[in-house]
């Protein structure tokens, strides 16, 4: 009886709220039916990478990834099967080559999506290079985008996401986005933005530091919102949080001052 190949599964994603909405599930299921498709192979292991940025990060610094290529020059597995090439990574300088050297070990490279990746030839080599040295394109055009609507969010005055700062809280105003969703407005909470001026004035006009500070917070009732007193790291974040005087930030880009959004004077 002829033994059957053993196959990893590599399933990524870039961005936690891409795991929360079932994509890693997604990946997984349509290789396993893939794998279902040949019946001389069989799963033998599954690796997750999530919230990893195939663009930002190298090979060597993906678990899954240094686990999988140890597994190939032990020999433990006969190929690597992944939903699209661009989950093993989008890095034009390293992707291609880490491909290769699976190959090169023994290990064939398949996408459930795009099917086996050869090295038979040179129209071979040329094409995987050129797979993701296009893969590495979109990832920049994709930051560019991204950090282009972030920054035209703030210049709107409207929160870019995230956790919200102590002294404001989320809530829906009647606005809704493109796929008419009511959307969330970033608001002053009047109870929290009471206990940020006390930081600021204790801070500006009596010389608190952030250690005195938080003993002050501590013995006078001023928690947190988990309940516990303000770590000095947290008071110096607040001291330096520029969205207190109004302004809005992404990255480089900042906008006008807000009065609906300022606790603190700017002076």
């Known amino acids: 009886m002829e033994q059957k190949k053993r196959v990893n599964c590599l399933y990524r994603v870039s961005t936690i709220g891409q795991v929360e909405k079932d994509d890693i599930p997604m990946q997984r299921q349509f290789c396993r039916e893939f794998i279902a498709s040949h019946p001389d192979w069989v799963l033998q292991n599954e690796f997750y990478e999530k919230g990893v940025s195939g663009f930002k990060k190298s090979a060597k610094e993906r678990d899954a990834m ?109 606005r809704f986005n493109k796929k008419n969703h009511e959307v969330n407005e970033i608001l002053v909470d009047p109870d929290e933005a009471a206990v940020v001026r006390i930081i600021f004035e204790k801070y500006v006009y009596e010389g608190f530091g952030a250690q005195r ?40 880009t900042r906008s006008e001052i807000f009065p609906e959004l300022q606790i603190v004077p700017l002076d």
């Open 66 to 174: 240094q686990e999988l290529q140890q597994e190939a020059v032990a020999g433990s597995f006969d190929i690597l099967l992944v939903y699209m090439f661009d989950r093993l990574g989008r890095r034009d300088d390293e992707t291609p080559f880490v491909v290769e050297w699976f190959v090169r070990n023994g290990v064939e490279v398949w996408s459930a999506v795009e099917g086996q990746q050869r090295f038979d030839n040179h129209v071979d080599k040329l094409l995987n290079y050129i797979r993701y040295w296009q893969a590495s394109g979109e990832s920049l055009k994709t930051s560019a985008r991204t950090k282009t609507r972030l920054s035209q969010i703030v210049q709107e005055g409207r929160f870019r996401g995230g956790i919200v700062p102590y002294g404001y809280r989320l809530e829906k105003q009647g």
């Open 213 to 252: 500070l938080s003993r002050w917070l501590y013995n006078n009732g001023y928690l947190n919102r988990k309940g516990t007193n303000f770590a000095n790291t947290t008071i110096i974040k607040m001291l330096k949080n520029i969205m207190y005087v109004g302004i809005l930030r992404s990255g480089e």
